[in-house]
């Protein structure tokens, strides 16, 4: 990948993350993933797959979920992005570590994002969350170690949800 | 990946003044369009394309709309798959295409991808993304599915290759007879986006549609269906948390009391076009939802099937979607 990225194509993007702004002169194509764990220093986010398959990226993007390994940053200038490092997180970080969501621990920021981006989306849909409603918000996040049950006992722990 | 340039054009003009060089046979690879990138760039990373230059679309925002104008629903190329399987009009009055969008990739993906890329998406046939094999669609002179490893290939209409195309759009929008909308240095056209495809036997084996290299997909379109209109995507697959289809079925029937008036039927993860099947709807209509009717109406749409040695199955997995998709609108 090191190849493309010469300072000749390096354009000037924008990105708020986690409430700080930063200006950074970056490759187009170079992946938000490699912005975030490397120029700006947030290893929180991890690359599992590095090709939208297993989740483990996912990073909220102005509202939405997205694979961080699969947007070039050129596509996300000027947006707002919150990733596991987000204090905002911490109530699900408090469920996944009560209910042990964890294990291996390279899912678990991809799981605790996504969880959050459809919690938010039940709220501002008016709909209660349920199981099985984020056994499917979690379809595209993949884990080897836990067998997703504490995983989504996590969740619903920090959607107020007895299971 | 190798070096390439990025070029961000605001409007649909400038974008086609870029793809324009592509007319030229030899730029026809050298250029390519961005849009959600979710195919585009896991294709660049395994070198299966290979750009000079990427026309990033996603700053055009007048590709970017899902709207109804007095009953005829249009859908920009920029719309997201998240954008669609949300909207309440498609909900209410297009089931198929609602539910198609909500069958594809992961939350996430769907939160990027794009109904144009949707659309336009590669093949998914285990050779063709195996960046060692220079198999028929890359140019290459076989077509290694046909003697290899063939699960997830072609059952109807395959050869001289035996890809499936991957759309779950596709087959729901070609039920609601929806046109699609392109255009290239030569103008504007417009056809039924059921012409849009076209078999590995007509024309370049290594292209899956009749849009040119300096074309663009800038929009779809389709009526609402008239009241007494149901529809339905069933969409099977091997992982169920997310996955292509090993085979899917697009259903419109439109209802007069109980007895069926018009039907639209649509093969998807079966052929290497979304698989239309005429006689099926034909056998449909004037019928009652039935299971008898049910099952002649798929036993004709998989009546011409030739399985290869490893995927057979599919034919009665194809069969059963049938029969369950039109009893469940009955």
Same mark, same amino acid.
């Given at each position: 990948m090191k190849a493309i990225f010469d300072e000749a194509s390096a354009i000037a993007v924008t990105l708020t993350v986690n409430g700080t702004t930063s200006a950074l002169r970056v490759p187009?194509?170079?992946?938000l993933l490699d912005v975030l764990r490397?120029?700006?220093?947030?290893?929180?986010t991890k690359e599992g797959c590095g090709e939208g398959e297993c989740g483990a990226c996912t990073v909220i993007v102005d509202g939405r979920a997205e694979l961080a390994c699969m947007v070039p940053v050129c596509q996300v200038d000027g947006a707002v992005v919150r990733t596991v490092e987000s204090t905002e997180l911490e109530s699900l970080q408090n469920a996944f570590l009560a209910e042990g969501g964890a294990q291996c621990g390279i899912c678990t920021p991809g799981m605790i994002v996504m969880a959050r981006a459809w919690l938010a989306e039940c709220e501002s849909a008016g709909v209660a969350p349920t199981v099985d409603g984020a056994r499917e918000a979690l379809a595209g996040n993949l884990c080897r170690c836990t067998g997703y049950e504490k995983i989504l006992a996590s969740v619903m722990r920090a959607a107020g949800v007895k299971t | 990946m190798k070096a390439f340039i990025l070029s961000n054009p605001k409007s649909v003009k400038d974008a086609l003044q870029l793809l324009?060089?592509? #007319?030229d046979s030899k730029q026809a690879k050298a250029i390519q369009p961005l849009a959600g990138g979710q195919d585009l760039l896991t294709e660049m990373k395994e070198h299966l394309a290979e750009p000079d230059r990427l026309v990033n679309l996603k700053g055009i925002a007048e590709l970017d709309y899902l709207r109804n104008l007095d009953g005829k629903v249009q859908i920009g190329a920029l719309a997201t798959l998240a954008r669609m399987e949300k909207n309440n009009l498609l909900n209410e009055h297009a089931r198929v295409l609602f539910e198609a969008a909500h069958s594809i990739a992961s939350p996430q993906i769907r939160s990027v991808g794009t109904i144009g890329g949707n659309l336009n998406q590669r093949p998914r046939c285990l050779y063709y993304r195996l960046e060692e094999a220079n198999c028929l669609k890359k140019g290459g002179k076989e077509c290694f599915a046909y003697s290899g490893m &063939? #699960?997830? &290939?072609?059952?109807? +209409? +395959? +050869?001289?290759s035996y890809i499936v195309h991957p759309s779950d759009l596709a087959p729901a929008l070609i039920a609601l007879d929806a046109t699609v909308f392109i255009a290239g240095r030569t103008g504007p056209r417009e056809m039924p986006l059921e012409s849009y495809y076209k078999l590995p036997s007509v024309g370049d084996v290594r292209t899956e549609t009749v849009r040119e290299p300096d074309e663009l997909l800038l929009s779809v379109s389709f009526q609402l269906?008239?009241?007494g209109t149901r529809s339905t995507y069933l969409k099977f697959k091997e992982r169920e948390s997310y996955d292509f289809a090993l085979a899917s079925v697009a259903l419109v029937l439109g209802f007069d009391g109980d007895v069926i008036r018009h039907a639209r039927l649509v093969l998807g993860g079966v052929a290497p076009v979304p698989w239309r099947v005429r006689a099926a709807e034909a056998a449909l209509v004037g019928q009652k939802a039935d299971t008898q009717t049910a099952e002649k109406a798929a036993e004709l749409a998989l009546a011409g099937a030739v399985p290869l040695s490893g995927n057979a199955f599919k034919i009665p997995l194809t069969k059963s979607l049938i029969v369950r998709a039109i009893r469940s609108l009955a």
């Open positions: 187009p194509l170079r992946r490397e120029d700006l220093s947030l290893t929180g | 324009a060089v592509a #007319r &063939n #699960r997830y &290939n072609a059952i109807l +209409g +395959g +050869g001289p269906p008239a009241p």
